[in-house]
């Protein structure tokens, strides 16, 4: 798309001024609207900055010598950090300020391991959660089961923790409402980066990489995109509330 703008001859410093703002604020309505609307399925929300002043971190699950659950020649931590990318782009086009564990196929181990490798991965990514000192946390991981039936994105929560079921209940009626393919519903779990993190916080499980046909749509990009988007609904309607 292109745009030509005809603009005035103006003669004075503070008309310049003016209209400096005026294009400088079109550029930026633009830019929201390019970023904001991933696709003709996902609906739009209402022009501004909703998350303007919010720090939130983005936790895409595994990674480097991690795989995660691999099945269908898909990795999980591949489609973890996709999605991750995706809703860091909408969560800064919303005005928040995003800190990601991790941007990359690498893990968190800043040393040579001598112990646990998981146990110092999970060290590492609380310590760049607690100095961030976020609104709150996201957790993205991909679920899988022995069996190929199951199905269905699911948002999981810190156990008797009320901010953290309200991120997840609002995140999971975005999901069930964009994607039309699950009935499930948020949870509260005995999960580390959940209890440890010290702020609201929701583990998403995107889907079940082990059900072929949903393992399909997550390797699609168009069908991550509305995913994201979906997480990204929620978590303005978690602030807006």
């Given at each position: 798309m292109r745009l030509i703008l005809l603009l005035p001859e103006v003669t004075h410093k503070k008309s310049a001024a003016v209209l400096i703002g005026a294009v400088l604020l079109l550029a930026v309505l633009i830019l929201i609207l390019l970023r904001g609307e991933p696709g003709e399925h996902c609906p739009a929300v209402r022009p501004g900055l909703p998350l303007s002043g919010r720090v939130i971190v983005l936790d895409p699950g595994h990674g480097g010598y991690d795989p995660g659950v691999f099945r269908h020649r898909v990795a999980e931590k591949e489609l973890n950090l996709a999605v991750s990318l995706v809703l860091r782009d909408y969560l800064q086009g919303g005005g928040a300020r995003v800190v990601?564990?991790?941007?990359?196929?690498?893990?968190?181990?800043?040393?040579?391991?001598?112990?646990?490798?998981?146990?110092?991965?999970?060290?590492?990514?609380?310590?760049?959660?607690?100095?961030?000192?976020?609104?709150?946390?996201?957790?993205?991981?991909?679920?899988?089961?022995?069996?190929?039936?199951?199905s269905g994105a699911q948002v999981f929560h810190k156990q008797d923790c009320t901010e953290g079921r309200k991120l997840a209940v609002?995140?999971?009626?975005?999901?069930?409402?964009?994607?039309?393919?699950?009935?499930?519903?948020?949870?509260?779990?005995?999960?580390?980066?959940?209890?440890?993190?010290?702020?609201?916080?929701?583990?998403?499980?995107?889907?079940?990489?082990?059900?072929?046909?949903?393992?399909r749509l997550l390797a699609d990009e168009r069908y991550r995109l509305r995913l994201a988007w979906a997480v990204y609904l929620g978590i303005i309607s978690y602030f807006a509330s």
């Open positions: 990601m564990t991790r941007e990359t196929d690498h893990d968190l181990l800043t040393l040579p391991a001598a112990g646990p490798k998981k146990k110092l991965d999970m060290k590492n990514r609380l310590a760049i959660i607690r100095a961030a000192h976020p609104d709150l946390l996201i957790s993205i991981h991909t679920n899988a089961s022995p069996s190929p039936l199951w609002l995140i999971q009626e975005e999901l069930t409402r964009v994607l039309e393919n699950t009935d499930r519903l948020a949870k509260g779990a005995d999960y580390l980066i959940l209890n440890e993190s010290g702020v609201p916080a929701a583990l998403v499980e995107i889907g079940f990489i082990s059900n072929p046909h949903e393992a």
